[in-house]
Nanobody, 121 residues
């Protein structure tokens, strides 16, 4: 059974930083691309960032480019999202999501329960 457990969310002031983690189990973590997606209050899911299975390629939504960094530790089956220069519009529930192939991080078939990130102005 695929399990994805996010942690690291919280309340932070505008301009601050947070690092999210996602512990994965139940599948061959290094074989699959992974993503972070988020859902702001009253809005739909937004893809934030993705990384290939081997970690060699990453991609970001324009809204977070140059502020967020995605990474993974395949030895620890863990996905990370380092968030810097946070803005109030980054307030959302953040989910990690399992891709469908080693390279496709735009589509996913499982996601975790999410972790709340709140950025105060």
């Amino acid at each position: 059974e695929v399990q994805l457990v996010e942690s690291g969310g919280g309340l932070v002031q505008s301009g601050g930083s947070l690092r999210l983690s996602c512990a994965a189990s139940g599948f061959s973590f290094s074989w699959f691309a992974m993503s972070w997606v988020r859902q702001a209050p009253g809005k739909g899911l937004e893809w934030v960032s993705g990384i290939t299975g081997g970690g060699g390629a990453t991609d970001y939504a324009d809204s977070v480019k140059e502020r967020f960094t995605i990474s993974r530790d395949n030895a620890k089956n863990t996905l990370y999202l380092q968030m810097s220069s946070l803005k109030p519009e980054d307030t959302a529930v953040y989910y990690c999501a399992k891709g469908t192939t080693p390279s496709n991080y735009r589509f996913y078939n499982s996601r975790g329960q999410g972790t709340q990130v709140t950025v105060s102005s």
